[in-house]
């Protein structure tokens, strides 16, 4: 018997009919003899309908209370609850509905992105022994102590409150069900023989999940690692008939490092065309530069990635060169160029047409000259290195766009990641 | 100053449109200075959804579980709690929405239909002095205390809510805004010379209640006459900017009979063709003859209203008549007949073609010869009475169902309600 953290996302329950297939997933592994808590997203188009009215109900301010958008937005998943827990009573399993404030799931007051303080998992333990029953909790809410106002998550709230119940109940797993079948080496629509990673450690999740492969928030992997609770991403689409509870169903492990035997030097190669590059040529090499020019951008909301300043030649004046999303690019420039006096510059450089490719892998760690590997291969293809940082697990390159699917194909073959061929 | 509840139901509040002329009668109020918790119901349409999506959800079993019902059923009030709040806020009126567990309004668990024990007013009550905050409130909802679970009203659920919150903040009104303007003399469709009564007693709005006049439940006037509390029934289209705070704007108060200085003898004139009449013929004069007849359609469901039963002549024998929904006839029937050898009757008579007229007014308590009247004004028309019932405040004929527009136009003239022609 183990006990289980299911979570389904919007698509998963869009209707009645896709509830009921849930109830099916959920009844196979309660019929295996665990004991199971389902996290549920609102039924897809809920949420964006919900969120469409409280724009709507504003006509002379901006913005609308914090509290109240919360009150609103998170009626769409206590909807999807009370009815998946009436589908599993219609198949005669035991289940309940919880809402973030009946657990409760306490929160930080930021209304609309709310962060978990801490879930109370003892009702739900007692349940699964006293009378077997299955929790369906509203993913994507909780519950300010101090008000007694519900909160919600934000973005990718629902898995942050999947990964939250399984670390408050001591689950074995927590099973993420999504409309892929796991994580990647690499895109496959970019690289045809990218295959599924059985497991991958939380590190090295994060590195990927922050540089856009879309599968889980960073701040759901966060959370899993600071808890240790193994998160388990597989598809919904699977059909519950065709799994073999006792089997190993297909998916990605977000696991402890620990867990993995046989680590891989590189685990995958992530990679965003959406970068603009700009540089600052020639600004003074003196203490607070760096905060003059990234302090202005900040304020104004652009998030700043790659950083690179090299070490002086000349002791007196620097280049620095630094990423922002292609979308902010020109904004970034304006910002820059009202904030010149203060900074002290004698020129901007920028392009558009740059991507960068990222190379994962805690084994990095232990393996020297992983990178160098990189920069010969890709130079083999002519293929030009703008700039270059690294970290611990991960090292990314900028590099001209058009030359993006050759080389993240080239890396992946580089280091042992294409797939047999049948 | 004064302190008012404002009741808007599903029809006021159908979209952003309409909450948005709802915000401008709040408005209207806190302009004119009075301290203001609305109450408001789900988006019309909304609660026909959540029901049918949990209609939809059952495939094996015939009924859903009540707890899960009111959890999805809920959310509709919470909805339009938190888009009116933001309006308001919208508007620059401080507003704070507030669902059932929030305050909390405290229910019996008797989920789906829930009675309401207990309101706690302090908070709205501190709130209204300190920040001249508006409370919205979710109406048809609470909470059950020894569960947490949400809990709702049933059917006219709001009504209930608004009126038990004006008990709890001790309102000095609670105001219905429908889509009459009032409580009428009598139906305007069929009494053409009807008026709008511009007081009523709760005792008599109870009688025209449970008498099918539509325009409260019943229960909500229960609960305004054992709280006390003023309710007045107005016009949810009437346009806020043509209303003048300082006047007397067009309705109806239901009050204690001692806020009525002139009280007239009768007050209004219902009636109802929806009637079946049942006459069973010859049972014994003995006790325990009417619970075995009664009994049966109790167990079945079936609603018995008037009875009558006259003294036996011989002692033996006696007739007891009484009237059923129209639509529960045949069936009432078939319960009677199975029932015949615990009853013991000679014979059933029965006819659906009869209506129901009743008289109205606290009036009469204190007025002989109300009644007696209304048998001569009737009989110079040639309109039989088939049977008779009276109480304190109220008598009923049933006649037969062609004559009831003359038998009501005949009552409404004959005790003075008819208006004055122009």
Redesign the interface.
Known sequence: MARLVMKFGGTSVAD?DH??NVARHVRREVDAGHQVAVVVSAMSGATDQ?IG??A??????QI??A???D??VA?GE??T???L???L????VNA??W?G??LPILTSDAHTSARILEVNGSELIRRFAERQEVAVIAGFQGVYQQT??ITTLGRGGSDTSAVAIAAAIRADRCDIYTDVDGVYTSDPRVVPRAQRLDKIAFEEMLELASLGAKVMQVRSVELGMVHNVRIFVRSSFDRPEDIDPRGNPPGTLICDEGEIVEQQVVTGIAFSRDEAQISVRQVEDKPGVAAAIFGPLAEANINVDMIVQNVSADGKTTDLTFTVPAADYQRALDVLVAAKPAIGYARLDGATDVAKVSVIGIGMRSHAGVAAKAFRALAERAINIRAITTSEIKFSLLIDAAFTELAVRTLHSLYGLDKATA
């Open positions: 009645i509830i009921r919900l009215w409280c709507a109900a504003l006509s002379n301010r609308f209370d509290r109240e958008y009150a609103v009626t206590q909807v609850a009370g009815l827990a009436i589908v009573q219609d198949m005669d309940r509905s809402l404030w009946q007694g106002r």
